[in-house]
């Protein structure tokens, strides 16, 4: 097959340099209709095209983009997966992401380097010890791999951590799940793309959607910086932009966006083997392929559109790294960014039907949207394909706070900004 | 009486000659809330806005004084005694403003900061209230429960002024 | 980021605690309405500039306040 | 074979302080005043490091820390420090210096194997291969690829320096010290305002530094002492502006000299900032010019003039601009053999005529094809009409200039293209902000320190600043000569035209990522990691985003750039973190008691910002043993525990009453003086926010307790009700946390205790019944006896002022003393309060209704309250939610664990359980483990037999579901 990649491919175009590679993902104008639209070419916006192409034999979608794709969050996050959940319904659609992710590669002709590196959550009490002894016994129950580790067990897996007798919060233990790991983030936007796009899914680029366009309780269309486009299925997944969205379409929503910041330092040769994060205060930590660490910590902690973070929060995170990783202290910050995740009341997302007929919505991941790419992509394209939500989604609705059906997987409580 | 205890027993003590950093204890720090008139009545004139010291008064929000003078009777007023509950740390010397400079996120600059005024920031994320005393003289009215955290905190900055 | 307190002047965000939007109408005190209260706690609307908000000075004066920044500048516009 | 030398001619180094140094464990020595890549190159090394990906043989080619290639491991042990920046490496004695990314050797490593493989190794490389054979085959593949990648080595070992940090204010932010830049601190120093000029190199002047012109050097001397004349002016050298923040905040890092911290981050607010920050030369982009040797050629200049370091003999230059001219005639001043590749057609007259009086020769139309010489050039191979081969020791190229428009950028405004100098310059600035020089694409020293003063006056005036100020002096020099430059980005596909030094990427990439779709700026750089090296591109990414906007055939200005993120160079995460790292991560918060409890033999554990006392020596060793003996003592005796970290509300007012009858879902108005009431609080969803006794002291005073992990919280929601919305109340709320400490006397010798302590005192039930409150005055000092229990015990707790704790604490102990009492800690406590079936934190964790902790039946069916509304969704009531149960092991020999999940017997043992273990302990009373537990439907399943499962220690053990009451059910022992 020319058009795939593979190791023969990669040889057979140093041989003959004058061939030209393929081009990734097409570039059409947009056409005046499709059977159904998805605003937003992040993650889920790409992959819910692609499932919709292949699972669901639609022909005719765009993905629409108001910048370049992977612009948003899925370019910009700290790339670790895991499906580590404990709440019912969670547990099972976290798990099936993890299953999607480890054929991922194949599946799109792809490499996105999914890496089942292993994460240690290290707990720093022993209630903390019980509470994640509790989430590793769920998984087990669910088939999903977990393990306890004692402190010892710690020393030999993380032997750079601070275990010394000043330790401000010393280190009691640990949940370690081996096929956590990471994925190279931008990867997972192009292979969706460049796999849609071979399904003959329209990628547009820089248009920017403007308006929902209604026809009484039913959506038409949308209006674009390129023009206006029309369908009777209209998919929102913009990530931290929902509510901005969901507003052209008359919804208010139980989401407040919020920046995260994330830090890359300065390459060096392998030394984190692991995806690490503690149980002190919300930090993770992995040494990308690279070398450089990628890390990361809590949001901000207002709500702000700026994609860029201010100070406090990038020296709280400083503080966690250097106090947990000793060693680095002499590391160097190379770059640091945000991004605009929506932050929901109790910390999970929404998939499902809206009140507006062909309306479907993805959003409010919170912290966690880019481990859900492939579960979510999958369960919406259902949920649109069908107009009824999939089996392993439908408890990410939208009526949940009214029914008192939070979804509260951190025990974090109500106020979306303090999470 | 009972014995009074100081939370600041095992503090490392610092000195240097730019700089002295002591436990300045033994007084009485009293909060006095209500309206403007009832305070007025029981305090006599008020400092006139959070910040300001006035005849050992100190307006730390719109309703609240706090008084280091001993306790008076303050009708409709509602007093709460406060001297256990923050623990006094003089700083004085050349360098105190560099050290607090070092410390919390206020302009402590002569012209800015000047005696017979106070801040209430964070030092190391405590609150901490700064009475600028006199030119080179602050007090620190830091947490009871902190002093000590606070005070290592505190004189470690100082140290290149040792 | 500076925050003004409307007591103490403008300090450093780390001081203060944010408290969210502030436009919402608190359903009054006994209000059984579900539907009122559901909207209030758990409905924004995160808007894409002007926002009025709650902040507390919380390291200072211990005060709330209101406060109108532009979400998509971080610019204060006003201590309301 | 040396390429370089020192010259004689007057320089910025102090010839009379030499330094040595170690450079791949060789001995070296160069002067002060050097950087550590002006010394290396004056001992003759030009071959100084490995690149990234196919590790071809590098050596320095910029002056400033743009430098992409000549990055070292410096320092031993705790401060060993990769990647560090060779040419801004001030040279200190013993400084040691490792190359990085070769290996064995860095004149011969394995790894330039990968320079072979290199037309595989194109742009999306890994993308493409590594699938297979299997799914998870990546884990295969991957830890030989990441061990071939990264540059420098992290050592594990603990970190000895000192970071500090520093909160400066001050009206006017100078960045950047070259003649804008001093112009412009001199101007604003002179207003009498508090002026910070920041400099990141050792030396201020920026390029005055490389001029060589005495007039210049004059001048800035003059400044200099200009300066340091001015008392409100702060001049920190060695200090790199690394971000702008919201609120002008600048993040300055200086690595001092003379202090003890290894450096020192300064918070920066300034009401004014000026950037003058200059402009950083392009490399131009042809066959193998990544060869050691080549350099840029203001590079080439400032190791001349400033550190007097020359090339041996030859130079050539390659330019598309007039700046590279003054490199040639100053190496020509220093007899080296010049020869101009110039790639335009024509030439100003000016320079035609200067060149030919340095007997420079100067080829037209031409460029270079290619450089010879792998780990040194040797010769180049002209390009064009005149396709010689010309020897030499350097290279020196200029593709024009790119002003540094980083910070200007950091809020996001984006920079503008404009074409006459073919650069980027700020997009604007908001209006406290300005730019001077270089940085606005002006590249004349007299023009920069006109716009300087410029910029510096314009930032006085908003400040409103009115008096007249002195104009600066010019050098007396002839007016700057106009810049000009012509463009020419095409560039043929070659896999060895490097464009990104230190990632490898090369014009081939490019142009396979054009051939791909990745168009747009952004995901050009991400799929060739184009400019995501060290340097973030400061280099190379104009030259490249102006490749793409040219196979496009996109102007620039739409091709647009990258996002210019902070930190402006690499910056140190010890200097950002400061002093709060380990042991001093979180101030430690401690009890009033703490020290006696250290004299005393307590065991300590961290409880949120707190550290409390866990267990006592006396009780045992060991945090398994020790509570059981503490518990006994409590159960059969009395024991003494500090609960002084409860959170303590002072809630006062007229209206004190109504209030805490609207924030407890139970009644408090009716409270009669003299009592206290445990009480519960919901947030407005109707989840369970804390609880606590709270008792009444007068008609308008209530003390008000809540738990150790709440009470920020607590405090926080009830003034934002005062004071947000309900102004009408006349409440005043006072953290009372630190002004009172507080103990727990618990046991059923508590009494007899506290009656030993308090022998005038009247503390029979009559006088103080179960839930009274007694406020007393003892020795002078006040304090308060709650008769409450949380051990289930008959028990009291006294408060008082912290300032008196512990010596109310050592009295009652000492009159007590002839009971036997002793001590308890947390664990005992917290163990006790599990057998009373007291909920305490682990069982409280936000997600938790009234009802599901069987407090349900406390909230007035009447009254309103704060949560009550959402407090009734039907998930909420649901019947099947999980509520508080106790449990009892039903095995010997096993325990039960906290985080168990609970399955009824008959159940398969899979799936999420019908409940799970919140808190569990061994029972002194009933002599087997017991637990609390939330469970499908509660006590409904009273009597019921369950499994415990731990699937973590493949464990199920057998328990009984019982209420969670273990021990005196009747509270006879209470009420004793
Ligand atoms: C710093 C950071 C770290 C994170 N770390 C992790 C992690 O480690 N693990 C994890 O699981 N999750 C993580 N997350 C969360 C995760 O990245 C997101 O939840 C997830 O990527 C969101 O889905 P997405 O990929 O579709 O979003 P995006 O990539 O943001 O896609 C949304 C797209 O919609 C586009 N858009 C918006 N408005 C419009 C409009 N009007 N018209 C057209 N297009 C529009 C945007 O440009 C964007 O491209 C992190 C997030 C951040 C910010
Ligand atoms: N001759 C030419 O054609 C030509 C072309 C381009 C540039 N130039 C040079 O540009 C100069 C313009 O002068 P100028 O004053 O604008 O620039 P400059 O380069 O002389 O000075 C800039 C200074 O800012 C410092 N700096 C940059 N970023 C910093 C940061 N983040 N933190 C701290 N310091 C930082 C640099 O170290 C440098 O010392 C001219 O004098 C000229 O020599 C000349
Ligand atoms: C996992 C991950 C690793 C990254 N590694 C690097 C890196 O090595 N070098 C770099 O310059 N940027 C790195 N980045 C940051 C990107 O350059 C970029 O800042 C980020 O994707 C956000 O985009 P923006 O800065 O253009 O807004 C990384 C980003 C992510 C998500
Ligand atoms: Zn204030």
Redesign the pocket.
Same mark, same amino acid.
């Given at each position: 097959m020319a058009k795939g990649y593979s190791i023969f491919n990669l040889v057979r175009h140093a041989l003959r340099p004058n061939e030209p590679w393929p081009e990734a993902w097409a570039k059409p104008e947009p056409k005046s209709s499709y059977d159904a639209i998805i605003i937003g070419g992040g993650g889920h916006g790409l992959a819910t095209a692609y499932y919709l192409a292949k699972n669901h034999g639609l022909k005719n979608i765009a993905v629409v983009e108001k910048s370049y794709i992977g612009s948003g969050n899925v $370019?910009?996050?700290?790339?670790l997966i895991r499906s580590n959940y404990m709440i019912g319904g969670n547990t099972a659609f976290f798990e099936f992401s993890m299953k999607l992710w480890e054929g991922l590669s194949h599946e799109l002709n792809f490499n996105v380097m999914v890496s089942h590196r292993g994460q240690i959550t290290l707990a720093v009490s022993p209630g903390q010890v019980d509470a994640f002894a509790r989430r590793g016994n769920i998984m087990r129950l669910n088939g999903i791999d977990a393990e306890l580790l004692d402190r010892n067990e710690v020393m030999k897996e993380l032997p750079y951590l601070d275990y010394s007798k000043e330790a401000r919060f010393p280190i009691h233990g640990a949940i370690h799940q081996r096929r956590a790991g990471t994925v190279r983030?931008d990867a997972v936007a192009w292979g969706y793309a460049r796999a849609a796009s071979q399904l003959g899914v329209d990628i547009i680029e820089n248009c920017e959607v403007t308006n929902i366009i209604r026809d009484g309780e039913k959506v038409a269309g949308i209006e674009t910086s390129r023009g206006k486009i029309l369908s009777n299925k209209v998919a929102i997944a913009v990530a931290g932009h929902t509510s901005h969205v969901a507003a052209m379409a008359g919804m208010k929503l139980p989401i407040e966006s919020h920046i995260l910041q994330?830090f890359?330092t300065e390459?060096v040769k392998p030394i984190v083997h692991h995806v690490v994060s503690w149980g002190a205060e919300l930090f993770y930590l992995s040494q990308?392929d690279?070398g $450089?660490m990628?890390f990361g910590g809590h949001i901000d902690g207002f709500n702000t559109y700026t994609?860029r973070g201010n100070f406090p929060r990038m020296q709280n995170v400083m503080e966690c790294a250097t106090t947990l990783l000793p060693f680095m202290s002499r590391m160097r910050l190379?770059?640091h960014?945000g991004g605009i995740q929506d932050m929901t009341p109790d910390g999970s997302p929404f998939i499902c039907k809206t009140p507006t007929e062909g309306l479907y919505l993805n959003g409010g991941w919170c912290y966690q949207g880019f481990k859900a790419t492939p579960a979510s992509g999958y369960t919406y394209a259902h949920t649109i394909a069908h107009d009824q939500e999939h089996e392993l989604c439908k408890h990410f609705s939208l009526d949940r706070f009214e029914k008192g059906k939070e979804l509260d997987e951190y025990g974090l409580g109500n106020w979306a900004y303090k999470q | 009486m009972l014995n009074a205890l100081s939370a600041l027993l095992s503090a490392k003590p610092y000195s240097s000659s730019q700089l002295t950093i002591v436990e300045a204890p033994d007084f009485t720090l009293t909060q006095y809330a209500g309206s403007e008139k009832d305070l007025r009545k029981a305090l006599g004139k008020l400092p006139a806005r959070v910040g300001i010291v006035q005849d050992n008064l100190l307006r730390v929000s719109p309703t609240q004084i706090w008084s280091l003078n001993e306790a008076v009777e303050a009708p409709n007023c509602f007093v709460t005694p406060l001297s256990s509950s923050r623990t006094r740390i003089e700083i004085s010397g050349s360098s105190a403003r560099d050290v607090l400079a070092k410390c919390a996120a206020i302009d402590f600059h002569k012209s800015e900061f000047k005696p017979g005024t106070f801040v209430m920031t964070g030092i190391h994320h405590v609150p901490v209230l700064i009475h600028c005393v006199a030119g080179e003289i602050f007090h620190l009215y830091v947490l009871r429960t902190f002093a000590l955290a606070i005070w290592d905190h505190v004189s470690d900055a100082a140290l290149e002024f040792k | 980021m500076r925050i003004p307190c409307p007591h103490c002047g403008e300090r450093d965000v780390a001081e203060f605690r944010y408290g969210g939007d502030a436009t919402k109408q608190r359903p009054a005190h006994g209000t059984g309405d579900l539907q009122a209260w559901h909207d209030y706690h758990f409905m924004f609307d995160n808007p894409k500039g002007p926002h009025t908000e709650y902040w507390q000075h919380t390291l200072g004066c211990r005060q709330w306040f209101k406060l109108r920044r532009n979400t998509a500048t971080n610019e204060i516009e006003d201590g309301a | 074979m040396t390429s370089f030398r020192r010259t004689n001619k007057p320089s910025h180094i102090d010839r009379s302080k030499p330094i040595s140094f170690v450079f791949d464990g060789k001995q070296l020595s160069g002067f002060a005043g050097d950087t550590l890549a002006s010394a290396l190159l004056a001992n003759g090394k030009t071959l100084l490091g490995r690149s990234f990906k196919y590790h071809r043989p590098r050596g320095v080619i910029a002056a400033g820390l743009e430098e992409p290639n000549a990055l070292f491991t410096t320092g031993v042990g705790g401060r060993t420090e990769p990647n560090t920046i060779g040419p801004i490496t001030e040279l200190v004695n013993g400084i040691t210096a490792k190359s990085q990314n070769a290996w064995p050797s860095l004149a011969f490593d394995v790894m330039a194997v990968n320079q072979f493989l290199s037309p595989i190794f194109s742009a999306g490389f890994y993308y493409k291969t590594f699938m297979g054979p299997l799914k998870k085959s990546w884990m295969m593949y991957e830890p030989i690829i990441r061990k071939a990648a990264g540059l420098g080595v992290a050592v594990p070992d603990v970190d000895t320096a000192r970071y500090e940090q520093r909160y400066t204010f001050c009206d006017v932010l100078v960045i950047g010290s070259g003649p804008a830049g001093l112009a412009a601190a001199v101007t604003a120093a002179r207003s009498g305002l508090r002026v910070i000029l920041a400099e990141q190199d050792f030396e201020l002047g920026g390029c005055l530094l490389s001029s060589g012109i005495e007039m210049l050097e004059q001048w800035r001397k003059s400044q200099i002492s200009e300066l340091e004349s001015h008392k409100e002016c702060r001049v920190l050298k060695r200090t790199t502006a690394q971000g702008i923040y919201d609120g002008n905040l600048v993040v300055l890092n200086c690595s001092p000299q003379k202090h003890p911290a290894a450096m020192i981050l300064e918070q920066c607010r300034a009401k004014t900032i000026i950037f003058a920050t200059g402009a950083i030369e392009r490399p131009l982009v042809f066959g193998n010019n990544d060869r050691p040797g080549v350099m840029l050629a203001s590079a080439v200049r400032t190791y001349l003039n400033r550190f007097g370091v020359a090339p041996k003999k030859r130079a050539v230059i390659v330019t598309n601009n007039d700046s590279a001219y003054q490199t040639a005639f100053d190496l020509a001043e220093a007899d080296v053999a010049v020869t101009v590749a110039e790639q335009r057609a024509t030439l100003s007259g000016d320079l035609l005529a200067k060149a030919a009086q340095f007997g420079i020769a100067i080829f037209p139309s031409s460029g270079i094809a290619n450089v010879i010489g792998e780990k040194q050039i040797r010769a180049v191979r002209l390009a064009g009409r005149h396709a010689a081969t010309i020897e030499c020791d350097v290279l020196a190229m200029s593709g024009g200039w790119s002003p540094v428009v980083h910070l200007t950028s950091h809020g996001g405004i984006k920079p503008k293209y404009i074409e006459k100098i073919s650069a980027f310059v700020p997009g604007g600035f908001v209006p406290s902000h300005f730019g001077a020089g270089g940085v606005n694409g002006t590249f004349g020293a007299m023009a920069a320190i006109r716009e300087g003063e410029t910029a510096a006056r314009a930032a006085l005036e908003l400040l409103g600043f009115d008096k007249k100020l002195e104009v600066i002096e010019l050098p007396a020099m002839r007016e700057d000569r106009a810049y000009s430059i012509e463009l020419q980005w095409t560039v043929p596909a070659d896999k060895h035209a490097f464009v990104d030094f230190q990632n490898d990427v090369t014009t081939k990439d490019i142009k396979q990522a054009h051939q791909e779709g990745y168009l747009s700026v952004?995901h050009l750089?991400?799929y060739t990691t184009l400019?995501?090296?060290t340097d973030?591109g400061k280099t190379s990414n104009i030259n490249a985003l102006a490749m793409m906007a040219d196979l496009r055939g996109l102007p620039m200005n739409e091709a647009g750039t *990258? *996002?210019f993120?902070p930190p402006y160079a690499p910056l140190t995460i010890g200097a950002i973190a400061g002093r709060s790292v380990g042991a001093h991560f979180k101030p430690k918060r401690l009890s009033p008691l703490h020290d006696w409890h250290v004299a005393n033999g307590a065991t300590f554990i961290e409880a949120g910002l707190w550290m409390r006392a866990w267990y006592y020596e006396w009780a045992g060793n060991s945090p398994e043993t020790a509570y059981i003996k503490e518990m006994e003592l409590v159960r059969q005796n009395v024991g003494i525990s500090d609960v002084s970290s409860l959170g303590k509300i002072d809630v006062q007012g007229p209206d004190a009453a109504e209030f805490l009858n609207r924030v407890y879902v139970n009644g408090f108005a009716k409270l009669p003086v003299g009592r206290a009431r445990y009480g519960v609080m919901l947030n407005d969803d109707g989840i369970v926010l804390d609880d606590g006794t709270t008792s009444r002291i007068s008609d308008t005073q209530f003390y008000l307790t809540t738990t150790t992990a709440q009470a920020g919280e607590v405090m926080s929601w009830l003034e934002f009700l005062l004071q947000m919305h309900w102004i009408d109340l006349n409440v005043h709320v006072t953290s009372l946390t630190d002004e009172w400490g507080g103990m727990a006397v618990s046991g059923p010798n508590s009494r007899r205790a506290l009656q030993l302590a308090f022998p005038n005192l009247d503390i029979t039930t009559e006088a103080l019944p179960y839930m009274g409150v007694m406020d007393i005055e003892f020795e002078g000092v006040p304090a308060r006896i709650l008769r409450l229990s949380f051990s289930g015990e008959l028990a009291y707790e006294v408060h008082c002022p912290a300032n008196y704790t512990t010596a109310l604490w050592e009295h009652i102990l000492l009159r007590a003393d002839s009971l036997g009492i002793k001590p308890y800690g947390l664990e005992a406590l917290a163990s006790l309060r599990i057998e009373k079936g007291h909920v305490a934190g682990a069982d409280l964790d936000h997600r938790n209704t009234l009802d599901d902790l069987g407090l349900g039946k406390i909230a007035g069916k009447e009254k309103d309250y704060v949560g009550k509304a959402l407090r009734f969704r039907e998930d909420c009531q649901a019947p099947e939610r999980w509520s508080l149960v106790g449990i009892e092991c039903m095995e010997d020999g096993k325990r039960l664990r906290g985080g168990a999940i609970l399955f009824a017997a008959s159940d398969e043992i899979k799936g999420h359980g019908r409940g799970y273990i919140t808190s569990v302990t061994w029972s002194t009373e009933l002599n087997k483990f017991i637990a609390l537990a939330l469970y499908n439907g509660g006590l409904k399943h009273e009597g019921e037999d369950i499994i415990c499962a731990f699937p973590l220690k493949n464990e199920n053990v057998k328990a009984r579901i019982v209420s969670p009451h273990f021990i005196d059910k009747a509270g006879e022992r209470l009420h004793a």
């Open positions: $370019g910009r996050n700290t790339t983030h994330a890359v390459p990308s690279k $450089g990628v994609q190379l770059r960014w | - | - | 952004e750089k991400r400019g995501m090296g973030q *990258t *996002t993120r």
